[in-house]
Structures are given as structure tokens and as C-alpha cells.
């Protein structure tokens, strides 16, 4: 099936360090949405991206919605321990609004 | 109170049981989604239902159904469960509409033995 191409699949960083991911498709999207899963929960929206070339924060957040519309990258700066989990891509679609996901990016942070 | 809500949390079957997961909503969205998450594959979209009337095949419907009894409820079944299906499951919910964000369910762990 469809899949978004997100890297690296797992971070292993120390506190305060900035992290830095990414997502790739073949095609086009209209939208491009980052989620953050924490351990036993549902997916949480951090941050959504509408329009080709966009830049939005939120806190200590930073992604981009890229200028082909065939990617997207997100930063975090200083991590903190609650930053750990599971990040995920999604990109969407006007023509059938069904989100297509990335295998997820796991954040570590070494103690 | 949480505006998703996904029962059970935690299910261990046996092959061939029919088993029924169930979703309910507070957030007053027409549209309900449900999702398989597997290790390494991230989300993969089963059935979605726009509003009552509307139901829709997803990615991997294959030994899925669904049942929208009403807005705020949305029930996945697995006919005759299969060790394959084993994953974890969420539903979720958008009200429809140009920035279209789905909310997510805590979600419901599935073993098939």
C-alpha cells in the first residue's frame, strides 16, 4: 500500500540536543500534518502544514511544508525528556481526504 | 473526559472468534475513521465513514466490516479473527472541511492466538 518514506526510524539523542526528520513521497500532497504518539496513547496533531512552502511553530517546534509538495521536515530544538516517542508524517489529499502515514520516527534520549 | 473513546483497551482472542471493537465520540464530527497500526508500517487506513450513510473502504478492509450506528458511534468487527490481525487499532474522528485534523482514540491492543 501507499506509504510516506520518513527518516531516520529511530533517534537516540541527549538531552538539549536539536533532532531533525523527515518525510518524502512520489507524489503530491495538499496537506502535510506531524503527530507525536506517546507510549499507550493515540497519535496527538503537533503541527499541520496547508500550503507549499509554509513554515510553522509550534513551541520548540518547527516543519515545513516543502516546495515540490512531495515532503516535509520537522525540527525540534533543545529536546526534552517528554519529547521522547513516536513521530509520524501524514500527508493528505483533497481528492479522497485519506491521510497517508509514515512508519514513524522513535525519539530516545540517553540519559 | 476524554473526546475519544475506544472498547476494550486491551482484547486476547482466539482464531476464528468474531470479535467487535467499538468507538464513540463526543466532538459532534460526522466523519470516524478506524486504523491498524503494526510495528515498522505506521498507520494503515481500514474503513472511514463520512456520516451515517456513508461507509467506506480503506487501504485494508480485507476481513474487516463496520457498523455507523450513529454519529457519535462507530464499531469495527472481525468476522473470524485471524493471528494476523493481531495489532493495535484506532479510531478517530474530523469534522470535515478544508484543515480536516483527525483526533485520535487511545486506542485498542488486539492479540489473536
Known amino acids: ?111 | 473526559d476524554a473526546d475519544v473513546t475506544q472498547t476494550p483497551r486491551n482484547r486476547i482472542t482466539k482464531t476464528g472468534k468474531r470479535i467487535m471493537l467499538e468507538c464513540s465520540q463526543t466532538k459532534g464530527h460526522d466523519r470516524m475513521y478506524w486504523y491498524r497500526q503494526d510495528p515498522g508500517l505506521g498507520l494503515r487506513l481500514i474503513y472511514y465513514s463520512f456520516d451515517v450513510k456513508d461507509i467506506n473502504k480503506g487501504e485494508i478492509s480485507d476481513g474487516y466490516s463496520v457498523s455507523r450506528q450513529a454519529q457519535a458511534k462507530f464499531s469495527l468487527s472481525l468476522e473470524s479473527a485471524i493471528p494476523n490481525q493481531t495489532a493495535l487499532y484506532f479510531c478517530a474522528t474530523s469534522a470535515g472541511g478544508d484543515t480536516d485534523t483527525q483526533y485520535f482514540g487511545p486506542g485498542t491492543r488486539l492479540t489473536v492466538l
Open chain 1, 1 to 111: 500500500g501507499q506509504q510516506l518514506n520518513q527518516s531516520p526510524q529511530s533517534m537516540f539523542i541527549q538531552e538539549g540536543e536539536d533532532v531533525s526528520m523527515n518525510c518524502t513521497s512520489s507524489s503530491i500532497f495538499n496537506t502535510w500534518l506531524w503527530y507525536k504518539q506517546d507510549p499507550g496513547e493515540g497519535p496527538v496533531l503537533l503541527i499541520a502544514l496547508y500550503k507549499a512552502g509554509e513554515l510553522t511553530s509550534n513551541g520548540r517546534l518547527t516543519a515545513q511544508f516543502g516546495i515540490t509538495r512531495k515532503d516535509s521536515f520537522l525540527n525540534i530544538s533543545a529536546s526534552i525528556p517528554s519529547d521522547v516517542g513516536i513521530y509520524f508524517c501524514a500527508g493528505q489529499r483533497l481528492s479522497n481526504y485519506q491521510l497517508i502515514w509514515g512508519a514513524g520516527t522513535k525519539l530516545i534520549i540517553k540519559p
